[in-house]
């Protein structure tokens, strides 16, 4: 039953939701809206460039700054995340300084511990795509650099990566892992490395890494979320599309699209076969997925993370177009009812379970791969509104921030993540503007919106 707290929430929270999709008839100006997106880009960045030049990310609301991604070490996570979107959005005078900057100070001979799927998906995958929009040989080399000092954390027993590599000593730690960090952060970062230096060690490591895990799914064909890399055992019971588990799924298709191994897409078929056995969940009447028991199937709640929108993008693009429309309707009424998500949410009773939103992309990711697919502008709408949420939400002095709380008008948390520079600001851009610099028909995006094929130089 939904408590007065969680009424009360999702009350407040739902008369933030200014624009529901119903209320847009009529045509729209989608060139207009891209010129917005991309002058909003250049605004932010000019911020960052004044008060945080070469920290990993601004704190927006106080114009400070601060770098997290490997502990006691800076690498200009914004700049590397920010690459390809400014290029697909011309901004070139903007990425000459970024790549300006990364040539005369990222280094990674750091004494520091780096978590190895962050480290991929964001600064490998961020570096790569640079490379691909600019042609900058050193872009390449960094990227092969840091992978080639996280390659130690492939050396375990079962092939699978430990989590923390020192960049300087190779030494690991942390074996217990999450299949989102074992195989979905890292496999097409490194298979596209592979491919641009030749080296197969990269790809050949990553693809082995998801296949063992794979191996350890239970007789109905499902992951639990954490396992012990050195032993192969499973240390808890969760099934979930959700983190910690979401992108070894979305890697799994994309892997087998960048590298043609039918073992990959075979093991995604046969995950996606059972997620949607005893996952899928229509007891709203939306069609939402549930966390369970991997060996039963039993449902333990449905309680949904926002990066679970990731999900109706990824069942479109495996070939389950009424599915994925049918997973879409759900978190589009999720987005008229709160404006912006929540962190986690029951779709029982729309009772919020986290109340926080940072700045998350998902939502906007999964309409952008459908409208690439279909060019409904339904696709476009939706992302229209979760663009026009986010600046009405979360635009302050110098930038765009998280939020504490999406059920009160200004609870800022400052912070703008690296993944804002490359992920939803890319997805509107390319939405609204039809870029000539992107083959719309002929493209991969990486988890983290790292452009890894079908930039038109
Ligand atoms: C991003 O870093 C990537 O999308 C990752 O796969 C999980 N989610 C965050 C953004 O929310």
Redesign the pocket.
């Known amino acids: 039953m939904i408590d007065r707290r969680h009424f009360l929430a999702s009350a407040a929270a739902a008369t933030l939701a200014t624009e529901p999709l119903l209320a847009q008839a009529g045509p729209l100006d989608w060139n207009a809206l891209a010129q917005d997106v991309r002058a909003e880009m250049a605004w932010a960045w000019a911020e960052y460039r004044k008060k945080a030049w070469g920290q990993d990310e601004i704190r927006p609301v106080s114009g400070t700054s601060k770098s997290f991604l490997i502990p006691g070490q800076t690498v200009g996570l914004s700049i590397v995340e920010a690459l390809d979107t400014l290029w697909l959005m011309g901004l070139d005078v903007e990425l000459e300084d970024g790549v300006r900057w990364i040539k005369g100070s990222l280094r990674f001979d750091l004494d520091g511990d780096a978590q190895v799927f962050e480290a991929t998906?964001r600064l490998v995958g961020g570096l790569l795509s640079g490379h691909l929009a600019t042609g900058e040989a050193m872009l390449l080399e960094l990227a092969h650099d840091l992978a080639s000092r996280m390659m130690p954390a492939f050396d375990t027993p079962t092939g699978m990566p430990m989590r923390y590599v020192n960049l300087c000593t190779g030494k690991t730690r942390d074996p217990l892992s999450f299949p989102a960090e074992i195989g979905g952060?890292l496999a097409p970062e490194l298979v596209t490395l592979s491919r641009l230096t030749g080296e197969k060690r990269f790809g050949e490591a990553a693809v082995n890494a998801m296949l063992s895990l794979y191996g350890k799914r239970s007789k109905i064909g499902l992951l639990a979320d954490t396992i012990d890399v050195t032993t192969g055992a499973w240390t808890t019971r969760v099934a979930t599309i959700g983190p910690p588990t979401?992108?070894y799924f979305e890697y799994l298709w994309d892997s087998w699209v960048l590298t043609g191994d039918t073992r990959l897409r075979d093991a995604y078929r046969t995950c996606t076969a059972a997620i949607l056995a005893h996952l899928a969940d229509r007891t709203t009447g939306d069609m939402w997925f549930a966390n369970v028991d991997f060996e039963t199937g039993k449902k333990l709640d449905l309680v949904q993370s926002e990066?679970s929108a990731f999900y109706p993008g990824l069942l479109r693009e495996g070939g389950k177009p009424g599915e994925a429309r049918a997973a879409m309707r759900g978190w589009e009424e999720a987005q008229d009812r709160f404006g912006v998500l929540p962190e986690a949410f029951d779709p029982t009773d729309w009772s919020i379970r986290s109340k926080g939103n940072?700045l998350?992309?998902?939502l906007v990711d999964s309409a952008f791969a459908l409208w690439l697919h279909d060019q409904d502008e339904h696709w476009r709408r939706v992302a229209r509104t979760h663009f026009l949420n986010m600046k009405r939400t979360s635009k302050v002095a110098h930038g765009y921030s998280g939020l504490t709380d999406v059920s009160v008008p200004g609870a800022w948390n400052d912070a703008c993540p690296g993944?804002w520079w490359s992920?939803q600001m890319k997805y509107y851009w390319l939405i609204f503007s039809d870029c000539p610099r992107f083959d719309y028909r002929d493209n991969y995006l990486s988890?983290?919106g790292n452009v890894l094929k079908g930039l038109k130089r």
């Open positions: 998906i952060g979401d992108s990066l940072a998350r992309p998902e993944y992920e988890t983290e």
